[in-house]
């Protein structure tokens, strides 16, 4: 009962609009050239959320570790936006990663497991940075909650 009552939060929280009293926090996406053009890049944190597309068993979604890592960027949001001067700016979600828990398993293909090369992963984040390095941001942070199994 704990596991579904944590996982409910955090799946709730996932779907939370970002919301910040002094509205420094912006979903790419929903904006125009102008207003992305009228950001200062040198306050400005643009956080990608990463959440790789893999099996939970039969009870969670595939998207289980995205939903945590949209929580946990958008903690991290809410700690950089009282900061003054300070923006955010929230990427959309890229839901790829490597291996994955099928790799645990031995099994190279599983239903609920989508995965890419890491150097498929690696320059599709690097590509990112440079178009946004090349816009003048400076601080880039990829979030990725991924449970591991010790």
């Known amino acids: 009962m704990f596991r579904v009552r944590f996982f409910a ?6 779907f939370c609009p970002l919301v910040s009293s002094q509205a420094q926090v912006y979903r790419l996406a929903e904006l125009n050239t102008e207003q992305i053009r009228a950001l200062s890049p040198a306050k400005t944190v643009v956080i990608i959320p990463g959440g790789i597309l893999e099996e939970h068993g039969p009870y969670l979604p595939s998207y ?3 939903f945590f890592d949209q929580a946990y960027s958008r903690e991290l949001a809410n700690a950089i936006v009282p900061r003054p001067g300070w923006t955010v700016l ?3 979600e890229i839901p790829l990663g490597v291996g994955g828990a099928n790799e645990l398993g031995g099994k190279g293909v599983f239903p609920g497991s989508y995965n890419v090369r890491l150097s498929t992963l690696r320059a599709v984040y690097m590509d990112l940075a440079s178009m946004l390095g090349d816009q003048g941001f400076r601080w880039i942070p990829r979030t990725e909650c991924l449970a591991q199994s010790s």
């Open 90 to 92: 929230m990427f959309p």
């Open 9 to 14: 939060r955090f799946f709730f929280a996932a």
């Open 64 to 66: 289980s570790d995205g």
